[in-house]
């Protein structure tokens, strides 16, 4: 069978699900009131929502629930019953972030397909392989990936592949943003981003400032629209092609579902060699909503100036006003019908018989496939003789063809009646009624489901442990340096004070470096575990990267591997090192007990690194002490695919750090990791639990964690100076400048 793509829709709203379907969609997909990634769209509640769900499904249209934020613990037990009364109306799926509620999911509804967010940022085959493996039907990669990773991913995986294809593009991979977190308390991990990437900046370099005056929307990319690739697209082996938008209205909604129609449709009947894109559609789209031009995105090409709206978003546009009352009227206003066909018997001295069915429905998972009609016959007493006027066929087709407020249509109706008889208006108006709405009830039972094969949520029960080591000797401090200074520094430092460093770990950048291999042995003097901290992000640069320096790595021996994604763990695994130990990083989210315990069946984890957008409390709900916890560094608010030195002045593949200012003037640095050609931006104020170690000692965490990004040798042994007294010697101490407390107590909603 030919395979056929979906075209999955955004809905904040009912009303734009309505206007969604209308407009031809295969699938919605769209958040309730709690636990969505757009926590500001105009979410339904249950009720409303359950109306949408019906009103998809008579149609043959699926429907995915959001459920795509991190889950806090004090959250958990709101979880089965949320999804239980959509489950139970026939929910096609839902769309995860947090592994710790696929795991839920799975347990507890089994026969819900469970779709993998693209706020799990997933980057290539072995992240695919491996949610395949625990009961993912479907996969949203990274916005960022090309088509030749998707083609990896559909060669090496037998799973479901959705794609974003037109709409908003987040300057940082999703999933990897803190900067909304940071900076104003809404996390994009939690539906509530501010947007501040929208925002204008300047960017300097050695003080020279790099980009014009007129261009300061450096992080703000264009919309996505990669109509004219549509048939690389689904060559590459993409199967659902997803608009973004729940924020936008109906209209946006409506207008942007019937052009990818459109030309969908065109490619499944003339294939590449018919499929060519109007430019009047384009302007069209534009017409629609345009934050500065519109990009095929990230398929063919890794980054570009061409992808960011540098410019300020047009003003005093003209409004396409013949177009907007045409998507109001016949998608958002419009009225969708489902043709049917009736057969009534009118017989003398026999029941009234009507028979009502709907052909060509699409199957119960909203495909394209044809199925066969559903049917259902109702019956009701013996038409009368007629004393005086007779009814006539006219009449009885009059008033059973009075649909009304339905969703149905008679594009037949046949009857088979005798003469002389007499049926009153009361009684065909029942008998239609009653066929109907029996016919909209078994078309809605394809979907829905009972209980049968639901495991009742009796409270969370843990048998786990992912208690490792807990912390009963003192403090221990894991310093990480992502520069050779920083090394020298630490070194130095353990030397003159004669001291052992419990673990140093390095930026993988700096296995490049060729006189790192001198220190090698003066680190592992004045270190317990040498460990290497793997990239943020594991795209096909950071494969090539390791497969260059595969023997120096296996060579060095590293007592752990901090991994920033599940990624890295299996290609690790396959290629260094079956045994190794692993250290997650806070970028593998663990936001409640049922995450942890969900690591720790499937990996061979030794310690997890606690979140850090949960505060001090929310970390000891956890109640998992014997982890590390962030003390000291400058957290990455923003980890992009994008450079910024591209963008501005172009790439010379020279690792550095830039400077970006904000409005406010509020620096901050931006890191060049050139060998994976990925930017991060740092918070401007380094993260300092200095004069908190009461607070800290009560969630016990087996180790601290200093993190060095861009400081300097001084620097660096001024800080391993501060915590060395505060939390060794009992020292008091000053902290350190213009420092933040990040989320450990404030904390995010």
């Not at 793509?5 to 958040?31: Q, R």
């Not at 606690?610 to 003390?631: F, H, T």
């Not at 601290?704 to 060395?724: D, I, Q, S």
Request: charged share 30%; proline share 3%.
């Amino acid at each position: 069978m030919m395979k056929i793509t979906e075209l999955l829709a955004p809905a904040g709203s009912y009303e734009s699900l309505v206007a969604a379907v209308n407009a031809g969609a295969d699938a919605i997909y769209i958040g309730g009131k709690k636990f969505s990634a757009r926590a500001y769209a105009n979410n339904p509640d249950e009720d409303v929502l359950i109306k949408g769900i019906e009103y998809a499904h008579t149609f043959g249209v699926s429907v995915y629930m959001t459920i795509n934020t991190l889950f806090k613990e004090s959250e958990m037990d709101e979880l089965f019953d949320y999804i239980k009364t959509y489950y139970n109306a026939g929910i096609d799926a839902v769309i995860v972030q947090d592994l710790g509620v696929f795991e839920f999911i799975r347990k507890h509804f089994k026969k819900l397909p469970i779709h993998a967010s693209t706020q799990m940022t997933i980057t290539g085959s072995y992240g695919a392989i491996f949610l395949k493996n625990i009961g993912a039907s479907r996969i949203v990669p990274a916005r960022e990936i090309s088509l030749a990773e998707i083609k990896d991913i559909d060669n090496k995986c037998d799973i479901e592949i959705e794609c974003f294809v037109h709409g908003a593009l987040c300057y940082s991979y999703s999933g990897q943003c803190l900067m909304s977190s940071i900076i104003g308390g809404r996390s994009g991990n939690r539906g509530r981003c501010a947007q501040t990437c929208r925002l204008p900046y300047d960017l300097y370099e050695n003080g020279k400032k790099l980009n014009k005056s007129d261009e300061r929307n450096l992080l703000s990319c264009k919309d996505l629209c990669s109509l004219d690739i549509l048939p690389d697209l689904i060559e590459a082996g993409i199967d659902s092609l997803k608009i973004e938008g729940r924020m936008k209205a109906p209209r946006y909604t409506a207008g942007v579902v019937s052009i990818w129609r459109k030309y969908l449709d065109l490619y499944n009947l003339k294939k590449r060699a018919g499929y060519k894109v109007d430019k009047k559609d384009r302007k069209l789209l534009l017409d629609l909503f345009d934050r500065g031009g519109q990009t095929d995105g990230y398929y063919k090409e890794h980054n570009g100036r061409d992808m960011i709206a540098v410019h300020e978003k047009p003003v005093n546009k003209e409004v396409n006003a013949d177009y907007f009352e045409y998507l109001d009227k016949t998608f958002v206003e419009g009225k969708k019908v489902l043709p049917v066909l009736g057969t009534v018997k009118i017989k003398k001295d026999m029941p009234i018989s009507f028979e009502v069915s709907v052909n060509n429905l699409r199957d119960a998972y909203g495909r394209q496939e044809q199925v066969k009609s559903i049917s259902i016959e109702v019956s009701c007493e013996a038409p009368q003789l007629a004393k005086t006027r007779a009814s006539s066929t006219c009449d009885v087709e009059k008033q059973l063809k009075k649909t009304g407020n339905t969703l149905f249509i008679f594009e037949s109706l046949y009857i088979d009646m005798d003469e002389g008889l007499f049926i009153p208006v009361k009684t065909l108006n029942e008998l239609r009624r009653d066929a109907l709405d029996k016919l909209y009830q078994k078309i809605l039972d394809r979907y829905r489901r009972d209980d049968s094969d639901v495991l009742e949520y009796t409270g969370f029960i843990y048998p786990h442990s992912a208690i490792k080591d807990e912390n009963k000797t003192g403090i221990k401090f894991n310093i990480l340096c992502e520069t050779v200074e920083q090394i020298d520094a630490a070194v130095d430092f353990a030397k003159s004070e004669g001291i052992t460093f419990d673990e140093i770990s390095i930026e993988s950048e700096l296995i490049s470096e060729s006189f790192l291999y001198d220190k090698i042995k003066s680190i592992r003097e004045c270190c317990a575990a040498f460990n290497i901290y793997m990239p943020h992000i594991f795209r096909d640069e950071a494969k090539a990267f390791f497969n260059k320096h595969l023997q120096r790595i296996r060579e060095l021996k590293f007592d752990n591997f901090i991994v920033r994604s599940l990624e890295e763990i299996f290609y690790i695994n396959d290629n260094i090192d079956n045994n190794a130990n692993i250290i997650l990083d806070y970028s593998v989210y663990a936001y409640n007990k049922n995450t942890i315990d969900f690591y720790n069946d499937n990996f061979n984890i030794k310690r997890l690194t606690y979140p850090l957008e949960l505060n001090l409390s929310e970390i000891r709900q956890l109640d998992n002490p014997g982890n590390e916890m962030i003390a000291y560094g400058k957290i990455p608010m923003m980890v992009s695919a994008q450079c910024l030195k591209k963008t501005t002045k172009g790439c010379d593949h020279k690792k550095e750090v830039l400077v970006l200012k904000d409005r406010k003037n509020s620096e901050m640095q931006v890191k060049t990791h050139c060998d994976f050609c990925y930017n991060t931006i740092l918070n401007s104020k380094p993260l300092s639990v200095l004069g908190m170690e009461k607070e800290v000692k009560k969630i016990s965490p087996s180790i601290l964690r200093l993190w060095f990004t861009t400081e300097n040798a001084g620097e660096t042994k001024n800080v391993l100076r501060k915590y060395m007294d505060d939390f060794c010697n009992n020292v008091s101490v000053l902290n350190i400048d213009d420092f933040t407390r990040g989320h450990l107590k404030r904390g995010i909603e």
